[in-house]
């Protein structure tokens, strides 16, 4: 995948601050967050510092304090300050953007997705009050996100797709198709990113009947399914947080140094 990403330096040394990742974020979250911070902070500031620590054991961890196995707790909404500052901070190499974006869609997304799975039973660890307040979290930084577009790189920008469809506007939404044309002309349909984005523009439309046809087209051929009585923006928004997984994947397989 071309993604025009940054070039990343490797590094290897662990010292009494953490994994360098770590320290990377330490030191962004604070020059971006002054004054008070969420609780999940304290993974990044406590003079503790796990010794099994390396980058991805970190990453791991620090985003499981957010967004725990996929469900949202009463502090995840406050925690997703930490991870919308990283996401817009230039030092986070471009693949940490790409996973701070998506967890942003996780997080945005839980309960329609997790209903899609369960179909037509209430989701055993679901938290209504957190999840809304989860969504409102993320929608309240989207216009902040979507403002670095032209400066983002296209991997990252794929994920700033999935986040503007799921909040659409009037503005974001006509912007869509010219924004993802380079996607379109360079990943023809079948592929996983030209697949991904031929769906954005499909949930773009906002037409029930058109979305339905795509998400069975795809689901049928390549995805795990979901059962036909659930309505269509939740069996939407599971296939496309499946799509989005897939497109990140190649990105995020690389050690986490580099």
Request: with cysteine; aromatic share 6%.
């Amino acid at each position: 995948m071309d993604t025009n990403a940054e070039p990343e330096q490797t590094r290897h040394t662990t010292n009494a601050a953490g994994p360098p990742i770590r320290q990377l974020f330490r030191n962004v979250i604070a020059d971006r967050m002054k004054g008070p911070q969420p609780p999940q902070a304290a993974m990044l500031f406590d003079s503790e510092v796990d010794p099994c620590w390396d980058d991805r054991s970190f990453l791991g961890d620090f985003y499981s304090e957010i967004l725990h196995q996929d469900t949202c707790q009463p502090a995840t909404a406050d925690g997703l300050a930490l991870v919308t500052a990283l996401a817009v901070d230039d030092r986070v190499p471009a693949r940490h953007r790409f996973q701070a974006v998506d967890l942003l869609f996780r997080a945005a997304t839980v309960a329609e997705r997790h209903l899609a799975e369960t179909w037509p039973t209430t989701p055993q660890h679901a938290d209504p009050h957190s999840e809304a307040r989860a969504r409102s979290a993320v929608q309240a930084h989207v216009p902040a996100l979507l403002a670095r577009w032209s400066a983002e790189c296209p991997v990252v920008r794929l994920a700033l797709a999935g986040l503007a469809v799921v909040f659409p506007t009037d503005r974001t939404l006509p912007a869509l198709t010219p924004h993802l044309q380079t996607f379109t002309h360079q990943h023809t349909q079948g592929t996983d990113i030209g697949d991904y984005v031929r769906f954005v523009l499909v949930l773009a439309t906002q037409n029930d009947d058109q979305i339905l046809t795509a998400t069975e087209k795809l689901t049928d051929a390549y995805w795990t399914g979901t059962a036909r009585g659930v309505p269509a923006r939740p069996r939407a928004l599971h296939l496309l947080g499946q799509m989005l997984t897939k497109v990140g994947i190649e990105l995020t397989r690389a050690p986490a140094g580099q």
